[in-house]
């Protein structure tokens, strides 16, 4: 799958990794629904440097289209809010 994290670009990632990302995205959820800015700044971060780790980037150049898109490291708690469906960021997540 195609990941772009918002003004970084993209990266291929192994639909493997979904499983440990759903749980990130599970907690980031969480801190979102308690209003924990501190736990939901650390636990986006801890999100992108996983899909950074687990994906090989794509060129600049690279016109594919993403199948997810994430936000970007400084965003805020309502930015992140505008970008979640009923699964969370990632598909297949906790409702």
């Known amino acids: 799958m195609i990941v772009r994290i918002m003004g970084e670009g993209q990266v291929t990632l192994d639909d493997v990794h979904l499983t440990e990302l759903n749980k990130l995205d599970d907690e980031l959820l969480a801190e979102m629904e308690n209003g924990d800015g501190p736990g939901f700044r650390r ?11 687990l994906g090989e980037p794509l060129p600049d150049d690279s016109l594919a289209p993403s199948e997810l ?12 809010r505008q970008l979640l469906s009923d ?9």
Do not use: S
């Open 43 to 53: 636990t986006l971060q801890a999100l992108l440097t996983k899909v950074r780790d």
């Open 69 to 80: 898109i994430l936000p970007a490291p400084d965003a805020t708690l309502e930015d992140v």
């Open 87 to 95: 699964d969370g960021l990632i598909p297949g997540g906790t409702p």
